[in-house]
């Protein structure tokens, strides 16, 4: 952390704006330049998985600079909309002001709602959402998300008014449920089906895993890690044992495996 006592939020944040503004300039650089919203996205995409790395790892160092990265994409694009005359980072900041306190109205005043339990908060949130012109409980879900995370935000935002089962029994009976309807239709051939199936196993199991409150995008990065872990493991006890590994068969490959898998505080 920067330990300069005379640095504040506010101008900080004015010389960011300062910088990229110049940056953008006739005379600034070429790349800022040619940048527009469409070309910036698969970099804001980067900077927010930076951001879910550094919080995952709990690095603080490395979470501030990621951090600032991404605030630069949110000036970059401002920055942008200004030069089109489409809005201004200010009116972007005062949007969300607006609409922390309005869809809050348990901790601002409004309507004397109360909110004791994290689910009264989140149907405030969803009850006030629908005021502002949506058409569906479901709709704010960006359909470009990733499959596990618009699944389980498709299936919070379902749970607010009620469908929704109350444990995870039942989902559980549904994930064997779909699980069957798989097998059945991949051994009857039709390839079709069986993709739709498999999709419907994929979203029966995060319903699970949400119900487990688990968060399936999570779940699946650190299952995703550990067998890169033990990938590499494996890896290295074939070289170690001078042995071709392109060469070995699966019953050998599975043999190092389990040795590597059962090694008294395994790790990722």
Request: glycine share 4%; proline share 3%.
């Amino acid at each position: 952390m920067n330990d300069n006592s005379k640095l504040t939020a506010e101008n900080e944040l004015i010389r960011l704006r300062e910088i990229v503004a110049r940056l953008r300039a006739p005379d600034g650089c070429p790349w800022d330049q040619e940048q527009t919203p469409e070309s910036l996205i698969p970099y804001l995409i980067e900077e927010a998985y930076e951001v879910v790395e550094a919080i995952e790892e709990g690095t603080p160092m490395e979470l501030q600079s990621e951090l600032g990265d991404l605030l630069l994409h949110i000036v970059m694009q401002a920055q942008i909309a200004e030069e089109e005359q489409s809005f201004k980072l200010q009116d972007a900041i005062f949007s969300i002001n607006e609409k922390l306190i309005r869809r809050h109205p348990h901790v601002f005043g409004q309507n004397n709602s109360k909110a004791k339990r994290i689910e009264d908060a989140l149907e405030n949130w969803e009850r006030v959402k629908q005021t502002e012109g949506r058409k569906s409980y479901l709709d704010g879900v960006p359909k470009n998300l990733p499959g596990l995370i618009r699944a389980q935000r498709v299936q919070e935002k379902a749970s607010t008014v009620g469908f929704d089962w109350n444990d995870v029994t039942p989902a559980l009976e549904k994930f064997h449920e779909e699980i069957d309807e798989l097998v059945e239709v991949w051994r009857d051939g039709d390839t079709r089906r069986a993709q739709e199936e498999f999709g419907d196993v994929l979203f029966s199991l995060v319903n699970v895993a949400r119900l487990m409150k688990f968060d399936s995008e999570t779940a699946m990065r650190q299952a995703i890690d550990k067998f890169d872990a033990r990938f590499r493991a494996l890896e290295l006890v074939f070289e170690e044992e001078e042995r071709d590994i392109e060469a070995a068969t699966l019953e050998e490959m599975d043999e190092v495996w389990d040795r590597i898998k059962h090694k008294v505080n395994f790790r990722k």
